[in-house]
């Protein structure tokens, strides 16, 4: 019985110097804009590399944060940068700031219905309209028929762009229905003429997107990725709505197999998954 005991204490000890999470069997979890990317690399990859088990999940960029800090994700997607307060709760959990990989490129969509013949909005009219006081498409040169806001949920990173990048930091429209995901968003829109919703640009099936204007004197741009680069390094002839897609870690968890898998989401194979699912590559610059 004591040597039972003893096996059994030693067999504790073992365990508890075991990361919660390991190689070999990745959790990914956050971003709703990345989940549908997420879980094409995770097949591709689960297929080259049978030995690997990799489970992805969305919920929201906030979601992601916080499993992160609980250390009940390996990876975090991200469709934001991630704050000020979630860095200091990982490092109070597990003592090392996240590392930060751009992954892909997005150029941040707005939807409307493919009956709505709205083609062009500007910022401000965007502001505008999200925010409430445009309620009306003949206002912004559409039909007379009041506007449907299409969101998303306070945990999305989505969200958190929009409303600090369009909005300025102002709250949305108090008549915004709050959907669950992009894609809840498209197919809300799709279906109502007088609706307007925003989102990544993997997931344009169902409503079209318009162009999007910096300012009244500026050129109307399309999220293409010819465009949403030049946002990158001529930010005043590029879609002015564009973002990174990121993923975090925590640094202790970077290396062996899932090292491996960040190596190889940023490298030729993975950035072709990020164009074939409708997102844009890094340019090889920024892959470093």
């Avoid at 946002?231 to 002839?237: C, I, L, S």
Wanted: charged share 20%; with cysteine; glycine share 12%.
């Amino acid at each position: 019985m004591k040597h039972l005991t003893r096996t059994l204490a030693v067999a504790t000890a073992l365990v508890a110097t075991v990361p919660q999470l390991c190689a070999g069997n990745i959790t990914v979890k956050g971003s709703d804009t990345l989940v549908i990317l997420a879980q094409k690399w995770a097949e591709i990859y689960m297929q080259k590399n049978p030995s690997v088990k990799i489970q992805v999940t969305g919920g929201g960029s906030g979601t992601g944060f916080a499993a992160l800090q609980n250390q009940t994700t390996d990876l975090c997607d991200a469709s934001r940068k991630i704050k000020a307060a979630e860095i200091a709760s990982c490092i109070k959990a597990f003592g090392k700031r996240p590392t930060e990989y751009k992954v892909a490129l997005d150029g941040l969509s707005v939807y409307v219905n493919g009956d709505n013949p709205v083609e062009v909005l500007t910022i401000d009219q965007l502001d505008q309209i999200f925010s409430g006081k445009v309620r009306n498409w003949k206002e912004v040169g559409g039909n007379d028929a009041p506007i449907t806001l299409y969101s998303r949920e306070n945990s999305s990173g989505t969200y958190e762009f929009f409303k600090e990048h369009v909005l300025k930091g102002k709250d949305f429209a108090a008549s915004a229905q709050t959907m669950p995901g992009t894609a809840a968003v498209l197919q809300a829109v799709g279906k109502d003429k007088g609706g307007i919703g925003y989102g990544g640009a993997a997931y344009g099936a169902g409503a079209k997107h318009l162009k999007i204007k910096k300012d009244g004197s500026s050129p109307a741009v399309e999220p293409t990725e010819e465009n949403v680069l030049k946002g990158v390094t001529k930010p005043e002839e590029g879609y002015p709505i564009w973002r990174f897609l990121f993923i975090y870690v925590n640094p202790a968890l970077d290396k062996g197999e899932i090292g491996a898998y960040l190596n190889w989401i940023r490298g030729e194979e993975g950035q072709q998954v990020v164009k074939n699912v409708g997102y844009y590559p890094l340019p090889k610059s920024l892959r470093d």
